[in-house]
């Protein structure tokens, strides 16, 4: 772990998400909207995999919190070329789970490996479909805004292509045109 200066310095070839870096400089700076952001990426794969290992939703909970609470004091620490931030938080989500349940001593040490056989392989799942959602995000966001609105409102909010049409009051064949491109760009950008 290093420095806010080494976080900005490392950022362009890092193999951490640029807006996971840009996320954790301005944590380092004080931004609580920066923990904010980075709990919305990133609190559900944490607690998910912090309930996998302990078994209880009450203790999960405590333990997310205490992750993104290190998180805040250390995050100018935070060196993104060792790895990539959801990787460190489920690393870490994982081990601070295991030294709970290893201090509550209530299992037997073989059900407690067999659980850590069994996190791995969830771990590795969770992970795969972080970075992928990551991707996704990155990809919209490369999308032009009027493409990303039709898309939004055909995907999200269910509505055809007539309502986007009135809802808009763009022409049919416009929406149409762009939730074709926006399929499309999605398409080349998510599976090159």
């Given at each position: 772990m290093e420095n806010s200066e080494t976080v900005q310095s490392r950022s362009a070839n890092s193999p951490m998400d640029n807006?996971?870096?840009a996320l954790m400089r301005r944590m380092a700076e004080?931004?609580?909207t920066a923990l904010a952001a980075v709990?919305?990426?990133?609190?559900?794969?944490?607690?998910?995999?912090a309930v996998r290992v302990l078994g209880n939703a009450e203790l999960a909970e405590e333990?997310?919190?205490?992750?993104?609470?290190?998180?805040?004091?250390?995050a100018s620490a935070f060196n993104p070329s060792r790895g990539s931030l959801g990787g460190w938080l489920l690393v870490c989500a994982r081990n601070r789970a295991i030294s709970r349940l290893r201090g509550?001593?209530?299992e037997p040490a073989a059900e407690l490996r067999e659980r850590e056989v069994?996190?791995?392989?969830?771990?590795?799942?969770?992970?795969?479909?972080?970075?992928q959602i990551s991707r996704v995000r990155a990809a919209l966001e490369r999308l032009q805004?009027?493409?990303?609105?039709a898309l939004e409102l055909a995907y999200f909010e269910g509505l055809t292509h007539t309502e986007i049409a009135r809802r808009t009051g763009e022409p049919l064949g416009t929406v149409k045109t762009r939730l074709r491109a926006a399929?499309?760009?999605?398409?080349?950008?998510l599976n090159p």
């Open positions: 807006g996971d870096v004080g931004d609580e709990y919305d990426r990133y609190g559900g794969l944490v607690y998910s995999v333990v997310s919190q205490d992750i993104f609470y290190q998180l805040w004091r250390t509550r001593a209530a069994v996190l791995n392989v969830n771990l590795e799942n969770d992970l795969a479909q972080a970075q805004p009027a493409q990303r609105q399929v499309e760009f999605l398409k080349k950008a």
